[in-house]
């Protein structure tokens, strides 16, 4: 027997009944972003693996344990992208749309790929709604980034449930201090770590501070904390960044443990986490990565950006109950028809009624059936009319239009008025005045 055949653990199908909430989502965030005068990019989702490695940095989890990489037949090291940031620097710099200090405000959307351990919220395959600002070094464009996601989260409904966590990670020169500082700490009680953090010890020091283990987060609390080491610049960035989150009237708290997974972060970064969703708590995290241009052979290019997961946040609508329940609209009208050649005059019907009325949701029974079970059908979809094409109708040129969501009797509507007829459903659809019906 052959085995059935399977999605890949970790890689979700998104089901036609899911579909609706997920452009809902899409569709908010870029109306929102467009209004704030950013504008998308498409990038290919597999790249050099070398671009991950540079760009992201080596002894980060996503680098060590979470890439697919493989190779093609050419021999070639290719990853299926982890994140976007990377894929996106690579692409302004090939494209030089950064040279001579242009400013580029750029969003994106799709799936991202990483081999982590599939659980709510987690996944393998998902999806990342990304935005990257290039040639932009105040603080005045960290704020609008959080402005615009705290927006987001009153459009969806969802403010209530999330809060902002902010942290500076100074500059690099800052962060080798500090870096020394605490292993120089956490060396003296190197037994007492966790093994996963005694081997970022030696890689990823940095790390260890969003450690999820109780006893290394006990052993923190006696650390040195960054922002004691923070260099003279980095703290006036951010007190210009806190200025203007203060003025705007959006509440943060500040985490000095926050310092987000990947390596490019200096300066400013932040997350928006819930305690909606158990563990997989963030929705959207990101930062400033001034030096990341820099290590791809570019100028120095201030930039930054964020990246939020949409399954994450599908799941918080669903919990909170905040999905729009309008998402789904139903058909205008539903086409039955009875014998061979009132078919034949659906069809052409339809199709003329398309051309008239591009914004109109029109079916049309398809594989015959009797009266019944075509009415059935048209009365199942959700179709607000169905329009009735019989011998009799086909004879006089007229169809025959019952409503089906409410009372009313049947009327004849000869074809050529049948357009006329259904504009005003298409326009006010949520209408009563259709059909004639005022
Ligand atoms: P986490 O700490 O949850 O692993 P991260 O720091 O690795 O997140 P980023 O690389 O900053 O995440 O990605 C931005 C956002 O993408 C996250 O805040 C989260 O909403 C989403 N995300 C990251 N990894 C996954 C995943 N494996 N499955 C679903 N969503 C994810
Ligand atoms: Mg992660």
């Keep these: 027997m052959s085995k059935t055949l399977q999605a890949i653990r970790g890689m979700n199908d998104i089901l036609p009944g899911q579909t609706p909430v997920w452009r809902y989502l ?23 693996t070398e671009l991950f490695a ?8 996503v680098v060590d344990k979470e890439m697919y990489t493989f190779r093609d037949r050419n021999e070639e090291s290719l990853t299926l992208r982890p994140e976007g940031t990377a894929g996106c620097v690579r692409a302004v710099l090939e494209h030089g749309l950064t040279g001579g200090g242009q400013v580029q405000k750029l969003w994106y959307a799709g799936p991202m790929f990483r081999y982590e ?3 709510k919220g987690r996944y393998r395959q998902f999806h990342q709604i990304g935005v990257e600002v290039f040639n932009l070094p105040g603080p005045d464009v960290d704020a609008e980034l959080i402005a615009l996601t705290a927006r987001l989260w009153r459009r969806l409904g969802v403010a209530d449930a999330v809060s902002l966590q902010l942290n500076s990670l100074g500059s690099s020169e800052a962060r080798a201090r500090y870096r020394d ?16 953090s005694q081997r970022r010890l030696t890689t990823n020091p940095l790390r260890i501070l969003d450690s999820k283990n109780a006893q290394t987060q006990a052993l923190l609390a006696g650390a040195p904390v960054l922002s004691d080491f923070l260099d003279e610049e980095s703290r006036l960035h951010f007190e210009g960044l806190r200025n203007r989150l203060d003025a705007m009237g959006i509440a943060y708290q500040i985490n000095t443990g926050l310092v987000r997974g990947l390596d490019y972060y200096g300066r400013t ?7 909606r969703l158990g563990a997989q708590g963030t929705v959207c995290g990101g930062g400033r990565y001034d030096g990341l241009v820099g290590q791809f052979g570019g100028k120095p290019t201030p930039s930054v950006g964020f990246a939020m997961g949409i399954e994450r946040l599908v799941l918080l609508l669903e919990t909170l109950a905040v999905v729009p329940e309008t998402l789904e609209q139903p058909a205008h009208a539903y ?12 069809v052409t019907l339809a199709e003329r009624l398309r051309d ?3 914004g109109l949701r029109l079916l049309v029974n398809a594989g015959g059936g009797s009266f019944k079970s075509q009415f059935k059908k048209a009365d199942k979809s959700g179709a607000r009319f169905a329009l009735i094409l019989g011998e009799d109708e086909l004879a006089a040129r007229v169809v025959g239009c019952k409503p089906l969501r409410e009372d009313g009797e049947q009327q004849s509507i000869a074809w050529d008025a049948l357009a006329e007829r259904l504009s005003a ?11 004639g019906k005022e």
Excluded at 54 to 61: F, L, N, Q, S
Excluded at 269 to 275: A, H, I, R
Excluded at 425 to 435: I, K, L, S, T, W
């Design 425 to 435: 459903c298409v326009e006010q659809a949520q209408h009563n005045a259709c059909m």
């Design 117 to 119: 351990k599939p659980q």
């Design 269 to 275: 970064v932040f997350e928006w986490v819930t305690d």
């Design 54 to 61: 540079r760009g992201i940095g080596e002894g980060t989890d």
């Design 335 to 346: 086409i039955c028809a009875f014998g061979e050649a009132a078919e034949l005059a659906a």
């Design 181 to 196: 500082a605490l292993v120089d700490y956490l060396q003296q009680r190197f037994e007492q770590l966790d093994e996963d």
């Design 356 to 358: 008239a009325l591009p």
């Design 26 to 48: 899409e569709n908010t965030f870029a109306e929102l972003l467009e209004g704030y005068g950013y504008q998308e990019i498409r990038l290919p989702i597999l790249e050099f």
